[in-house]
T-cell receptor, first 111, second 116 residues
Framework: EDKVVQSPLSLVVHEGDTVTLNCSYE??????LLWYKQEKKAPTFLFML????IEKKSGRLSSILDKKELFSILNITATQTGDSAIYLC???????????FGTGTRLKVLA | GAVVSQHPSWVICKSGTSVKIECRSL??????MFWYRQFPKQSLMLMAT?????????EQGVEKDKFLINHASLTLSTLTVTSAHPEDSSFYIC????????????FGPGTRLLVL
């Protein structure tokens, strides 16, 4: 059975800290890994990763995928209170094109 | 580009009534739309995959007679929660793929349903 595990479940940091969020997976037909940020409404797209070892970067956020060890990390540097959200990773499984979501990491950044 | 809307944003209804939620792709055609539900402090759970012009494919454990999905056009899919009960109260989110199955999904803003 396909499985996605995110850690930690919850995290509280102060502004300016750097955080690393983990997503590990067991997926039979891996196509791509996606990271989403969810605040009060629906998730907003952050990154799509398909190849191992290639870092994707957007401002203070970056992400990388390790297909050998079956995990991905999402880094946020110099955190701000606006980064407070739930961060979800998901898998796009080839053949079905359905997304399987992890449980999410709830990040709270204190001023 | 790639904007998905949902209507309504919030709905409160009495137990036993049916509720229809619309999902529209505003600036692109979506061959495939997906419906998710999310309970508080939980992740998104896929309910069904909706393809234009054909019957929806439901995930295991999702009652197709309870959650009716219609994908009548390339820009509109509807989810009807029939005879809603308090346990159906949840956050319902749709997503749409730009060029059909296999492309990045773009999410609507979600609909919060509260059944009294």
């Amino acid at each position: 059975e396909d499985k996605v595990v995110q850690s930690p479940l919850s995290l509280v940091v102060h502004e300016g800290d750097t955080v690393t969020l983990n997503c590990s997976y067991e997926v039979t037909n891996f196509r791509s890994l996606l990271w989403y940020k969810q605040e009060k409404k629906a998730p907003t797209f952050l990154f799509m990763l398909t190849s191992s070892g290639i870092e994707k970067k957007s401002g203070r956020l970056s992400s990388i995928l390790d297909k050998k060890e079956l995990f991905s990390i999402l880094n946020i540097t110099a955190t701000q209170t606006g980064d407070s959200a739930i961060y979800l990773c998901a898998f796009d499984t080839s053949g079905t094109y359905k997304y399987i979501f992890g449980t999410g990491t709830r990040l709270k950044v204190l001023a | 580009g790639a904007v998905v809307s949902q209507h309504p944003s919030w709905v409160i209804c009495k137990s036993g009534t049916s509720v229809k939620i619309e999902c529209r792709s505003l600036d692109f055609q979506a061959t495939t739309m997906f419906w998710y539900r999310q309970f508080p402090k939980q992740s998104l759970m896929l309910m069904a995959t909706s393809n234009e012009g054909s019957k929806a494919t439901y995930e295991q454990g999702v009652e197709k007679d309870k959650f009716l999905i219609n994908h009548a056009s390339l820009t509109l899919s509807t989810l009807t929660v029939t005879s809603a009960h308090p346990e159906d109260s949840s956050f319902y989110i749709c997503s749409a793929s730009l060029a059909g199955a296999g492309e990045t999904q773009y999410f609507g803003p979600g609909t919060r349903l509260l059944v009294l």
